[in-house]
């Protein structure tokens, strides 16, 4: 009510006791609030430091004051006083006790300290930040490279196929996708890296963005673990047994990506793969621009100057944007048309696989009936 212009959020009329408050507000409106001295006596009314209105005034508000609180009796007025000096001395006591506890585990410290020396606390300092100078991760070389065997059409797998949508495009990734097989103890391709190459070579996003803008949009972690069960999918399902233990989990300890600033452990697969330089490149830069959301120029400045980057763990919880980030490579693209061609020419290829187990047939068998019969024949 200090602001004149201030008017009320509601009409008078629409609140309780609303004639009451709006006769009180254009009164004060109209004379202003006014601090009055409480309980003035007639040395300051004589003095002139109080006017004789404003002491009247504040005595008949006492008076009245007085008149509401005996309306409720001496005897509740009396009980009134004697809770209100109980929980004043309730508080005193508790206070006693918090001071005697803090001095108690004062004293403890100190005696400690006399006992034990103090060891200096690190809090101040700043602590070290771990940097590595940038470099591409290994591939093998061209001549070096072979085919996975022919695969079986995913389409057979209508089970399959419903519930892994990309499952034909991952499939025609890994047949035209040149490999060389790992030895026991050695550093295969991450998943993350294999998932960028399938991004660079033209793969479209495992999970779409739904259709409603508000809802939440796929991350990093679930695009990656729907590539990663869809690949495995369909190894076990249209490969043989050779070839299919190559995306098994690859046992080995050492780091993968740490040349890339990412210091925790990267999932790999028991294969490298066989890549040009500029597709090793294109990587590089994706995996650096997830790290850290870099730009395009400013990964191709860490590749090309190898400059330090902090090592730090990689999140792949709130990546909603980077998997539509990576444009495919058209060198990549080029390289891979050829390794069809060659590919279907049947040079260098694995050595055929070992006979499939009864237990693959039979789960073979079931996927390649129709949904209703499977069913009906699980029933």
Known sequence: MADQNKQPRRPWSTQIDGDLWQTLYNTLKANG?????????????????????????????????????????????????????????????VKNLHTSFV???????????????????????????????????SYERQEEGTFLDK???????????????????????????????????????????LYTLYKLAGGQCMVEDPESPAATKPSMRIQLKEFISTCRNVARLTMGQHDSDLFKHNRSKKPRLTKL??????????????ISKGTAKAMAQAILRVQARRTKKKAAELINQKQAVRLQKLSTVNRTRWSRSIRPDKELIKQREEDDKERKKGIKRNPKPKSKTKKVERRRKKLRMPLGKARSSHA
């Not at 504040?58 to 008076?63: P, Q």
């Not at 004697?82 to 004043?88: D, G, K, T, V």
């Not at 600033?261 to 793969?273: D, T």
Request: contains cysteine; aromatic residues 6%; glycine residues 8%.
């Open 103 to 137: 001095e108690a585990i004062i004293k403890r410290n100190m005696l400690l300290d006399k006992i034990k020396p103090k060891v200096p606390s690190e809090k101040g300092k700043q602590k070290q930040v771990k940097e590595v100078d940038v470099e591409m991760p």
């Open 261 to 274: 600033g990412i210091c925790n452990h990267a999932p790999m697969v028991r294969f490298q793969v066989v």
């Open 33 to 93: 609030p006014t601090k009055v001295k409480g309980h003035a006596t007639n040395a300051m009314v004589e003095s002139g430091a109080v006017k004789p209105e404003d002491k009247q005034g504040n005595d008949e508000a006492d008076k009245y004051a007085n008149e509401g609180v005996q309306l409720y009796g001496k005897e509740v007025t009396k009980l009134g006083g004697q809770l209100a000096w109980r929980h004043i001395g309730y508080a005193k006591i």
């Open 151 to 193: 695969m079986e059409d995913v389409h057979k797998y209508e089970e399959l196929v419903k519930r892994k949508r990309k499952a034909k495009q991952v499939q025609e990734f890994l047949q035209n996708t040149k490999i060389s097989k790992v030895e026991e103890g050695q550093q295969g391709i991450s998943w993350l890296e």
